[in-house]
């Protein structure tokens, strides 16, 4: 049988993500973009089954689109990022991570 919750206990989330871009000879557009994100404790995450005690992450990074026509379109994004996991029961201390990310999209609209 579930039983209901008397407060939500769960953390809030705030993410932001400012994007700085500039068209250059009409196709190409270059992008300067930075990310925030504050997760508070007792939050799930889903990829290790576990609840967090809290974690914050920057990141910062390149991006480039290329129009090759009206309908389509291909993006590439390269970030750096750092990351701190809050200390819980398990780990006994904070967790910090860096690392990077690349992205590559191609869009076309139908």
């Known amino acids: ?26 196709r190409h557009t270059l992008h300067v973009i930075a990310d925030w994100l504050k997760i508070d404790a007792n939050s799930y995450d889903q990829i290790n089954n576990l609840y967090n005690a809290g974690r914050t992450k920057y990141s910062l990074g390149l991006g480039y689109d290329y129009a090759i026509s009206q309908k389509s379109r291909i993006s590439m994004q390269a970030k750096r990022f750092e990351m701190t996991d809050k200390a819980t029961l398990a780990t006994g201390r904070d967790t910090k991570y860096r690392g990077g990310s690349v992205y590559l999209v191609l869009n076309y609209a139908f």
């Open 1 to 26: 049988m579930l039983a209901q919750e008397e407060r939500n206990s769960n953390g809030d989330s705030v993410w932001l993500n400012l994007d700085y871009s500039k068209v250059w000879a009409g």
